[in-house]
């Protein structure tokens, strides 16, 4: 076959490929936004040694200069940064000296959440963050825009990518009553449920006195005496001294403070899409949690909660980062962050129909695992419910993974030497993105059983996720 030839001089070329529509820029005050960090970073870096040499009326100056400077950088950079829907593709282009553009597939989108930091809420602005498959992190987040452009932008970006169906009340995901024409009018109320059938709102004063509840409260005073002890006594109050222990105090209390800002006004509904999830005091959050998305769900009794009766929930949601390594998890996963067993259930049943914490089998490991676990033996265990496959562990803080059968991509055998020399073994039930739920020290005898009943029922579930799973015995 003759092969396509090339346009003659002067002629253009054929249109290729679907009709790009003309590329949208983010709102005018973005640069300032973004760059409000920086600003304070630029303007501390001067110091007051600074001032102290030149004089005010220089300092001035040059703070003036720098901010200047720094805006023009950011105007030019604002005007080269700009985003079109093309086809089934979000491209974004932005860089100053060295242009980039990102095409995101939107067959990749699994949900777009939607963030108002504390400036954009003063300022009628919202910012978009896209999460995707396998993404280790926001892909690619868009700061900022209107409230109505965002809610526009994010409902036809789930629509496209077939995570939910085009509505007129779904481009108000923040709760803002929708206009004539589609679009939401003013700004979202951040009293107001979100949409759907609301299914528990969490009490700010439970969310209070669970983070006082906490090891890094509760022993702050202890260590604030001690370190004024340690100051009376040697009457030492060095400017490294003194500012290492402020630094270290409010490295202790900060994280129970994150975490009351983050959950605050915590409320969860449920709708034909999924979960809607909205919380957040200087920092709102709105989002959509499709429940096929969701990979297991993780239930945590820590010790200062039990007289209380309180547990906390999270999901493990396929595309999200990773947990920050501290227990608290993303602040994207939250399902419950304070609450009593039978809030819980009621929870747990919207998201997985028919599952109890409370009325999860559960079976210990062989009384030799105590060789390897002499504590943490008795509170080990695992199980097979219907649909799901659990297990238990934690001595001072408990917990409890769910998994269900569907979203299992693989499941191991492993065996230590202490183990070999046991008999014992491990099972894991890996999941994409999330967890493994991992029954440990098992007789290797019921390892493997359990390692092979998980495959069955495993791709049993897979073959026909239509259909409800038939009665299975439990252990």
Request: hydrophobic share 45%.
């Amino acid at each position: 076959m003759p092969g396509q030839a090339y346009p003659l001089p002067g002629q253009p070329y054929p249109p290729h490929g679907p009709v790009e529509e003309p590329r949208q820029r983010l709102h005018p005050l973005s640069p300032i936004l973004k760059g409000s960090r920086a600003l304070v970073v630029i303007i501390a870096g001067l110091s007051w040694q600074t001032l102290g040499r030149v004089g005010f009326g220089r300092f001035a100056l040059l703070v003036v200069l720098c901010l200047l400077g720094y805006l023009a950088v950011a105007v030019i950079s604002w005007y080269n940064t700009g985003y079109h829907v093309v086809g089934r593709e979000l491209r974004i282009h932005e860089g100053l000296l060295w242009r980039r553009t990102r095409a995101i597939p939107l067959e990749r989108l699994q949900a777009v959440e939607v963030v108002r930091p504390l400036l954009a809420q003063l300022t009628g602005l919202a910012e978009l963050r896209l999460e995707v498959v396998g993404g280790g992190q926001t892909e690619a987040p868009l700061a900022y825009l209107t409230v109505a452009d965002a809610a526009t932008l994010r409902a036809r970006l789930l629509a496209l990518a077939g995570r939910a169906k085009p509505a007129p009340d779904a481009a108000a995901p923040d709760g803002t009553a929708p206009l004539p024409d589609g679009t939401p009018a003013g700004l979202p109320d951040p009293s107001a449920p979100p949409p759907g059938r609301l299914l528990h709102t969490v009490v700010n004063r439970d969310l209070l006195i669970s983070q006082l509840l906490t090891p890094q409260t509760m022993f702050l005073p202890f260590g604030v005496a001690f370190v004024i002890t340690q100051f009376a006594m040697d009457a030492t109050w060095s400017f490294v001294a003194v500012a290492s222990t402020l630094t270290a105090t409010a490295g202790v209390i900060l994280q129970p403070i994150r975490r009351v800002l983050s959950d605050w006004n915590f409320r969860l509904a449920r709708d034909e899409v999924g979960l809607r999830v909205r919380h957040g005091l200087t920092e709102t959050r709105s989002q959509t949690v499709p429940l096929h998305r969701i990979q297991a769900v993780g239930a945590t009794w820590p010790l200062l909660w039990r007289g209380k009766k309180w547990l906390r929930m999270r999901l493990h949601v396929a595309g999200y980062a990773a947990p920050d390594g501290q227990g608290g998890g993303t602040q994207s996963d939250q399902l419950l962050p304070v609450g009593v067993l039978p809030t819980a259930n009621h929870i747990l049943a919207d998201v997985l129909p028919g599952i109890a914490l409370d009325a999860l089998p559960m079976t210990p490991p062989p009384r030799r695992a105590r060789w390897l676990n002499p504590l943490v033996q008795p509170k080990l265990g695992a199980g097979l419910a219907n649909d799901v496959f659990s297990v238990r562990s934690g001595l001072l803080t408990r917990q409890m993974l769910v998994v269900p059968y569907a979203r299992m991509q693989s499941v191991r055998v492993v065996r230590g030497p202490l183990q070999r020399l046991l008999g014992l073994a491990t099972v894991y039930a890996d999941t994409a993105g999330g967890p493994s739920a991992a029954a440990k020290d098992r007789d290797v005898a019921e390892a493997w059983w359990l390692a092979a009943e998980l495959s069955d029922r495993a791709r049993a579930a897979r073959s026909t996720p239509a259909d409800p799973p038939s009665p299975q015995p439990s252990i």
